[in-house]
């Protein structure tokens, strides 16, 4: 369920946004949709289109990257980490993590999430589009 409320935050804090950050607009070059899920059932697509976001529970058929946790707890806590893209990297080396696209959409996707979570460590710069 924590998993869950996670990724639902990010696309409501990823769609507001986009509506109101000429900063994050200029992220958003190009229409990409990136899936994010584990293997107990939790997903959640992000879909950035025409330099604004919107988000909907479940599995796209056609995205052009799927990250897939193996449980919802893992998800959790690999996503929240400081060194998450680390973990994730290494993951997916491992072969824990699915990924199915490009490796660098699903880092420039969490890098785009980062730049936007307000939080008390340092700031952090979005990635260029």
């Known amino acids: 369920m924590r998993f869950r409320l996670i990724l639902w935050f990010v696309g409501i804090l990823l ?3 986009s509506r109101v950050s000429v900063r994050l607009r200029a992220q ?3 229409d990409i949709t ?3 899920a584990t293997r107990d059932g939790v997903s ?5 289109h025409s330099r604004r976001v919107a988000s909907h529970s479940g599995i796209a058929e056609a ?3 799927t990250l897939t946790f193996p449980t919802a707890s893992i998800g959790a806590r690999i996503f929240l980490a400081p060194n998450a893209i680390a973990q994730i990297v290494e993951g997916i080396t491992s072969g824990g993590i ?3 696209g490009l490796p660098a959409i699903a880092l420039w996707c969490y890098e785009m999430v980062m730049g936007c979570v307000p939080r008390g460590r340092k700031k952090h710069m ?4």
């Open 28 to 30: 958003l070059a190009r």
């Open 34 to 36: 990136v899936t994010i």
């Open 15 to 17: 769609s507001s946004m």
């Open 126 to 129: 979005m990635p260029h589009a």
């Open 44 to 48: 959640r697509t992000y879909l950035f």
């Open 63 to 65: 995205a052009d990257c």
């Open 98 to 100: 699915d990924l199915k």
